[in-house]
């Protein structure tokens, strides 16, 4: 069906964003919040009818596109800017928007007081429409374009207090690891554009290459796969290229509940679900997604547990998430991947507004050592965030669970037992560092200044209202992917709406059926783990004040600081990567080919043109006659050459 | 009349007015060359006009003939000035525009 009002999705954000970014600092706070709100609330709801319109539709014709206009045409390459609405495409739309909205709505309290107004919400409102634009595009070099304009969003927000010398280098880093992604994605599409080329296809358009992708050879197949698997490493924050992202929290934090938590990391796991038809036939690629992500939950999930930093544990929660998030589409569970994306969008964000909230509360502390006791002093804030806490343990009941569960169940199902395992301890280890943060902020004895002290307040509404909406859906937007299991338990049996919704997208993807005992029994020993991790968080950090931590600080120092300082990554890359660029840039590029190469031609030119200028001149001997007679020789030999020739 | 004497006249008027800017040395006698040149384009215009029975060629020997008149103002206004500051008639002794 082809309606042309999807564009309007992308409009609003894109005027809010002039509006705000040309007259922005002219107009009032209020003014300003209110376009960039309205803005993304015109999205929203042009989203929410789009959406409405789509599921009128019978299941096998959900599909909206709006061709705007012909973007590139260069001989047989016909690129169009096209959008496209699909089950897969509508609920990251609703996951983009409707996140987005209530983030932007806590940000008009949260920036109130920030001279740069205008400059963060335009920066939002252009996040919106690259986001929007990445998701909606129907082939794979528009989505590029978002993808890169999410980046550099990405960059001027981590550095929106570029004043700050630590934002503006946390900004440069984002950025430039993200490029040495966008590298192999770049050669991925080269790859498969040009493999679908010589088979006679020259089309980058997903329903396209959809069709055709079989003609292009296994191997082939997976390089471009894990090119473009590199390029969702660097993105959403996967090993190795994941380092950026606990440096990305120098940014304010509703960006970093938005861009690095919610919507713009995940974007890696919505390309590989989007590009799902070429992973599928390539396997191998598809085990290296699963081991990567893997890995990366465990190895994010270890540091978490002893970060002091309240955002930065969340950080590398994001990072462990995600990593679940690529299990789950990794052993071809595309959709328990998104169910996964879509319930840690909501506890995720709302984990991070929750602990803007705190900081707010804080007046700007970000060390959960110098809080404690603040569970009565702001009540709702307290109340959300043990809400998210609680989903993203996967205590029963509750989104992540869910969502978590059906990747783990998917994993074991498809015979990755030992990534089902990593998944397994990785569930242990998330609710172990929440509910310890949890403890340490929320509980026991205040550690808080007494300067601060005195300060404590409760986040005006504009700021708890949004966080009440997020802890609603992070505590019921599990149901609509309730398993199998558990439908049929609770005489439910239609169940498991969101994979049906999904499943045209993904329909060549192979399931895994497994015994229900086995799946009862990974269940419960999953639910078993979560709560293993909540009671050892609530022994350590509360009933025993502290205590068994210090002492294993004190038998295992070695250990203890290698976590500390997350497992010297930084320090190795900056030794084996920073270093000797550093140095072939100055002795090499500089001091060498700039001031000899570079330096040398420009001057060499200039000297050359002076010597020869020098001896030129000399026929310029101001003899008026002599001036007319060359000139008068010369005007005889042209016309003789015309008229003799 | 033929056209053919005409063309030769006018071949005859500016190869005398060539001459004379490429020889002379009295800057006057030059300028007076270089109208001559001029109005031996001049003869050719109106003859071609003729020849061709069009009005072209007339307006633009009155283009030619208003232009020459402001050129060999400003030109003899610059002469008179040479030979106040400088005391120069003669234009080989005019070398001062080279390197």
Redesign the interface.
């Known amino acids: 069906m082809e309606l042309n009002i999807v564009r309007y999705i992308l409009l609003f954000p894109l005027l809010g964003f002039l509006i705000n970014g040309i007259a922005g600092k002219k107009m009032s706070h209020k003014a300003v919040g209110l376009v960039a709100n309205t803005a993304v609330f015109l999205s929203f709801a042009t989203v929410v009818y789009l959406f409405l319109t789509l599921i009128s539709q019978p299941e096998n014709a959900r599909l909206i596109t709006d061709t705007v206009y012909t973007w590139i045409s260069s001989g047989s390459l016909t690129i169009d800017f096209k959008l496209m609405i699909d089950p897969l495409t509508s609920v990251m739309l609703l996951i983009v928007t409707g996140v987005g909205f209530l983030i932007h709505i806590y940000s008009v309290g949260y920036m109130h007081e920030d001279k740069s107004y205008a400059r963060y919400f335009a920066y939002l409102n252009l996040f919106m429409f690259s986001m929007l634009l990445l998701v909606l595009s129907s082939n794979i070099i528009l989505m590029f374009v978002g993808w890169e304009g999410v980046g550099l969003c990405s960059y001027l927000l981590i550095g929106f207090w570029y004043e700050k010398d630590s934002a503006a280098n946390a900004g440069k880093k984002a950025f430039i690891t993200n490029r040495v992604g966008d590298y192999a994605f770049l050669l991925g599409v080269f790859l498969l554009a040009s493999s679908l080329a010589s088979k006679g296809v020259l089309t980058l358009d997903f329903a396209m290459m959809a069709q055709q992708i079989s003609l292009v050879p296994a191997h082939v197949l997976t390089i471009v796969g894990i090119l473009l698997f590199i390029g969702a490493t660097g993105k959403s924050a996967q090993l190795p290229l994941y380092v950026w992202l606990p440096d990305a929290m120098e940014g304010p934090t509703p960006v970093s509940a938005l861009i690095h938590a919610a919507t713009m990391v995940t974007a890696g796991v919505y390309m590989i679900a989007r590009m799902n038809f070429l992973y599928v036939l390539a396997p191998t690629a598809l085990e290296v997604v699963a081991i990567v992500g893997g890995l990366t939950a465990l190895y994010a999930a270890t540091i978490g547990l002893v970060q002091n930093d309240i955002k930065k544990v969340l950080a590398y929660s994001t990072i462990s998430q995600l990593g679940y998030m690529f299990i789950g589409v990794g052993v071809g569970a595309f959709s328990a991947g998104i169910f996964h994306l879509m319930t840690h969008a909501f506890f995720k964000a709302l984990l991070f507004l929750g602990a803007g909230s705190v900081i707010h509360a804080l007046s700007g502390e970000q060390d959960i050592r110098k809080m404690g006791g603040l569970k009565n002093k702001i009540p709702v804030t307290h109340a959300v965030f043990l809400a998210a806490a609680l989903a993203i343990s996967g205590i029963p009941g509750l989104a992540g669970f869910f969502s978590k569960d059906s990747i783990l169940a998917a994993a074991y199902a498809s015979g990755h037992t030992g990534i089902w395992l990593l998944g397994f301890i990785t569930a242990l280890l998330t609710a172990f560092y929440i509910f310890r943060l949890v403890y340490m902020t929320f509980y026991g004895e205040s550690r808080v200044d007494k300067h601060t002290a005195g300060h404590i307040h409760e986040s005006p509404k504009i700021m708890t209202v949004p966080l009440i909406i997020l802890a609603v859906l992070s505590v019921l937007g599990g149901y609509i992917g309730v398993p199998q299991l558990l439908g049929n338990l609770i005489g439910w049996h239609g169940s498991d709406i969101f994979t049906n919704y999904l499943a045209p997208v993904f329909s060549s993807a192979t399931g895994h059926e497994m015994p229900v005992s086995t799946e009862s029994i990974l269940m419960i020993a999953s639910i078993a783990m979560a709560f293993a991790g909540v009671f050892a968080a609530w022994y350590i950090y509360l009933k025993a004040k502290m205590k068994p931590a210090v002492s294993t600080v004190q038998t295992l120092p070695g250990l203890y600081n290698l976590l500390l300082n997350k497992y010297y990554v930084d320090e190795i890359y900056n030794t084996v990567i920073i270093k000797p660029l550093m140095w072939i840039s100055e002795f090499f590029l500089w001091r060498f080919f700039d001031v000899w190469i570079v330096d040398g031609a420009v001057n060499g030119s200039a000297y050359v043109t002076k010597w020869a200028s020098t001896r030129l ?2 026929i ?6 002599a001036y ?2 060359i000139f ?1 020789i010369g005007v005889f030999s042209i016309v003789a050459y015309f008229v003799l020739r | 009349m033929s056209y053919q004497f005409l063309i030769i006249l006018s071949f005859v008027l500016f190869s005398i007015g060539m001459i004379g800017v490429a020889m002379r040395r009295n800057i006057i006698v030059v300028l007076i060359s270089l109208e001559l040149m001029l109005n031996a384009v001049n003869v050719l215009f109106i003859s071609a006009s003729k020849y061709m029975h069009t009005l072209d060629g007339q307006i633009f020997v009155i283009m030619v003939i208003t232009i020459a008149a402001a050129e060999t103002a400003i030109a003899l206004a610059l002469v008179v000035r040479i030979f106040k500051s400088l005391g120069i008639v003669k234009i080989d002794d005019l070398k001062k525009l080279k390197w």
């Open positions: 001149r000399k310029q001997t101001g003899d008026f006659q007319v007679l008068l």
